[in-house]
Structure formats: C-alpha cells, structure tokens
C-alpha cells in the first residue's frame, strides 16, 4: 500500500515564526488532506489538495502530485497552532495516514 | 447543536465484552466515516458509508461491524474487545464522499478494555 512520510515528527517555534511541514508519499494520489489535531483532542479538516495551493488565513499548502509530496505552511504561528499535523492520502481508495508532525507554539 | 456527536465519550470495559459506540450527524451530510486513534497518535480510517452503503472498509478485524441505519447514523460495534481495542475512535461526516468536501469530526470516544 501507499506510504506516508511526514516531516519534521516535532517542531518548537517561537510565536510569529513560519514554519513548513512536509507530507511525502509513495504512490500517485487522487486526494491530499490536512488536519490538525489540538491539544485537547480535537480533530479539524484543514485543507483537500491533491494538487495545487490552498490559502485559508495564515495557513496555506502546497501539493506537488508529479514529485509526491504536499507542503504545508504556517506563517506568524499562534499558540493556538500548537497540536498535531496529519496528511492523508488517498490513493484511488487506499487511504493512509502520515505519522503526524507534533508543534508546539511558545509565547 | 452539535454537528457530529458520538456516545459515549469514555467506556472502560473488561476484555471479552461487546460494546457500540454511537454516532449522529445532523449536517445533512451523505457520507460518514470511523477512524480509530491508537495510543501513539496512529490514525487510520476504518470503514466509510455514503447513504447508508459501505464504501471503504480497510482492513479491520471482522469484530468491528459498522451499522447505518440512516445516512444520519453510523454505530459502531465491537464484539469480543480484546486490549489492543483500546484507543479513541472519531466518528466524522462530510457532504459527500471523496470530492473535496471538508470532514467534520466528532470529539472522540475513549475506549479502554482492561
């Protein structure tokens, strides 16, 4: 099956810095997401992106399906940026999660 | 008010037993989902239903038996919990299945078999 890379596994940033995630996988994709999972648990849908960029407010992402990868920027991090970023990929019906990458936001 | 709820939010329940964990949607949503969280933060989708007809249903003990008796709801059932079960099990929905809509999830049920 399809194999999901995510990189770096933990990040510490400073409020206001910019950061990159990267998802890379090992077989072409008809779907990408995004998601952040909070402190508390909760998990929210972020972005579908199986090719292209996405914007939405300080967050945007990045799918290169042709060099299998997909990026997500945070820029002018907040602490309220601070849990777990996963990608999923589907790859025509075989969906595989990333590990996740953990951040955390310091005032 | 609450788009996707899912009942109960925590269950400790001995090995051996059979439990379901609930989960409503009222979004109007066609499709709905289980993912199973495990202890190292490993999520992975179990099974998917759009209008209460399985779609995806990855590979998952035959233990767990989703049942969707309208496309509001989608139970999930466990028989013979064993200790490996344990993790938190998010139900979520969305419009409709695979084309970019956005999944909303529930907050979770905890489950713990000792």
């Known amino acids: 099956g399809i194999q999901v890379e995510q990189s770096p596994p933990d990040l510490i940033l400073q409020e206001g810095a910019n950061s990159t995630l990267r998802c890379n996988f090992s077989?072409?994709?008809?779907?990408l997401q995004w998601f952040h999972q909070n402190p508390w648990g909760q998990l929210i849908n972020l972005f579908y992106?199986?090719?292209g960029t996405k914007q939405n407010g300080r967050l945007s992402a990045t799918t290169v399906a042709t060099e299998r990868y997909s990026l997500l920027y945070i820029s002018s991090s907040q602490t309220t940026d601070s849990g777990v970023y996963f990608c999923e990929a589907d790859s025509w019906g075989k969906l595989q999660f990333g590990a996740g990458t953990q951040v955390v936001v310091t005032p | 008010d609450t788009a996707v709820s899912q009942t109960p939010k925590y269950l400790v329940t001995q090995m051996g037993n059979d439990k379901s964990i609930k989960c409503e949607q009222n979004?109007?949503?066609?499709?709905m989902y289980w993912y199973k969280q495990d202890s190292k933060k490993f999520l992975k989708i179990m099974f998917s239903?759009?209008?209460?007809?399985?779609?995806i249903n990855e590979t998952v003990p035959n233990r767990f038996s989703p049942k969707s008796p309208d496309k509001a709801h989608l139970n999930l059932h466990i028989n013979s919990l064993e200790l490996g079960d344990s993790a938190v099990y998010f139900c979520?929905?969305?419009?409709?299945?695979?084309?970019?809509?956005?999944?909303?999830f529930g907050e979770g049920s905890w489950l713990t078999v000792v």
């Open positions: 979520a929905s969305s419009l409709r299945a695979a084309i970019g809509n956005t999944i909303y």
């Open positions: 979004l109007g949503h066609d499709t």
């Open positions: 239903y759009n209008n209460k007809e399985l779609i």
């Open positions: 077989d072409s994709v008809n779907n």
């Open positions: 992106i199986p090719s």
